[in-house]
């Protein structure tokens, strides 16, 4: 299946959990292609071998990262977009795409306003206008029929009981009009509060892409494509389970474009086939490991498995990349349970990290952690509390719990999606933590895996998690899962699965959320990281590491941190 975002692992844990850990060692292939690649050419059909349909091809319900960075690339262009750079500082910097720059912002923060482009149309030969921006944009608040996407907006935009644009009365869709508005060409944005990262934000997701009032049919445009980019679906429809086939669109012009930062366009046709089957991925790399004749023009989504790794030596390593990517897995300790500090200390303290990571399959497979932030992550730094050695020290945590004064052995239930890797990976934990005068036991659990340790009684002393940010700001990382404010109702702890509570933190966040600037926003997320780190409200576990394939034919070849450590596909050419 494929990795969301936000949702990256919430998705379905037991899958994700599985992809994650079997993303695992593999030869030390590299390649020289790059934004530079002189054999990069224009023209030829690629074929993208995909394993995991989409939930929708509507701009304003995509939510999968490697669906928003290749259709960034491909039909749809945003007011601004992530470049496609090595560099990972570059390539998470905005740039203009449809608007003339990245935008003025006022009133601290809570005012934003943009120009589009002269020039730029859809598909269909009409211009897009700022109205269309507008429309957009209020798509989001009809979440009864536009599902699935993001949703940040809802809490930002200055307009209250807006229900979209299909239900609103005309006062309230005044109202929505009067927050989001339009002189000409210009849009401007007003907030409740300061946004500093909106600019990241409408870079990485399509809250505010443009959408034609025209074209819309609210719940049944779910697979209805209207593109203003460089290629359009032919026939208009995006098939769920089939995918489909891309060719120029006549109606974009380059010219409006920053094709070498923001989209080559090199292919005249794009064959996307989608295979949902249950072994598709294996198989697809099955052929690329071959270079099969009908995948030599091919990459794919699929990341190569641990029972492939055997046949990666020799030319195919010259077809084989290992990247780290924007996915890091985590403990969470549980608050209700584990209140005394010394004793979670304990658990982070005996954590044999060295061992977990060998045990997914080691370097190759997964980075050690240092924080919870991930490193492609704006304003990354290693957390204090967990910078050190990865080996564990069974005596310090030992020494831990008797200051704690608890009886040991201590009991502690580890929850975590099972699967046999993992089952391996948290043996590892058990021997460290049981050295250490702990008591452990392993529950591994099924596809209901999040509903089940975010309940505020649950059982479990640990469990597993893992998170990838919307968009490379600490914004998308720590408030959404520590912030106990919009995560705690009666039923359940949301995303802050230990049901952490902390004043201090969330005093933090609250000063990072009205920062008028985002070096100022970053320096008071760094603060609550470090007293996320102190009270042991996660122990950071792994970065997950992609394993990537692909056919003799493909030219320029590599991730970027704006593709998601996927492949970077405005970057990709074929050779005939």
Known sequence: ???????????????????????????????DEGPESETSTAGGTLKVLQHFPYEASDPQRIYYGVQLAWYRRLIYRGLL???????????????????????????EGRVWSFTLKDGVKWEDGTDITCEDVQYGTSRVFANDLITGGPNYTLSYIDVEDYPGPYKATPAQQQAFEEAVSCDGKTITFRFNKPWADFP??????????????????????????????????EGGVWEKNKGATLVRNPEYDPATDDPETLRLALPDQI????????????LFNDR?????????????????????????????????????????????????????????????????LDGYVKALGGDKAAAPAESIVNPSVSGYQPNPA??????????????????????????????????????????VIKEGWDAAGFDVTLEGQGDTYYDVISRPDDDFDVSWAGWGADWPSMMTVLPPLFDSRPNFSPTTCGQDYGCYESDEFESLVDQAANSATVEEQTSFLQEADVVL???????PLDTSKFNWLWGSKITGFTTTAASSSYPEIGLIGVTE
């Open 386 to 427: 967990f910078d050190g050695d990865n080996s564990g020290d069974p005596e310090a945590a030992k020494a831990l719990l008797e200051e704690a004064g608890v009886e040991m052995p201590y009991p502690i239930k580890l929850a975590y999606p099972a699967s046999p890797t993992a089952d391996k990976a948290m043996a």
């Open 533 to 539: 780190g102190e009270e042991v409200a996660y122990i």
């Open 81 to 107: 977009a992530f470049p496609m750079s090595e560099d990972p500082e570059e390539a998470t910097t905005p740039v203009p795409d449809l608007a003339t720059d990245t935008g003025t912002s006022s009133e």
């Open 200 to 233: 990241q934000a409408i870079a990485g997701m399509m809250m505010t892409d443009p959408y034609k009032e025209s074209f819309d049919e609210g719940a049944k445009s779910q697979w209805k494509v209207l593109s203003n980019g460089p290629y359009k679906v």
């Open 1 to 31: 299946m494929g990795i969301k975002l936000r949702r990256s692992v919430a998705a379905s844990a037991a899958a994700v959990l599985g992809l994650s850990l079997m993303a695992a060692c593999g030869g030390d292939g590299t390649t």
């Open 271 to 282: 064959d996307y086939q989608i295979d949902p089957s249950e072994t598709s991925g294996e």
């Open 288 to 352: 690329l490991i071959t270079d099969a004749p009908d995948v030599q023009n091919a990459i794919t989504t699929a990341r190569v498995v641990p029972s492939q790794f055997a046949q990666l030596e020799g030319p195919v390593l010259d077809r084989y990349l290992n990247v780290e990517s924007p996915y890091t897995q985590y403990l969470t300790p549980n608050f209700n349970r584990l209140k005394d500090v010394k004793v979670r200390q304990a658990l982070a303290v005996a954590l044999d």
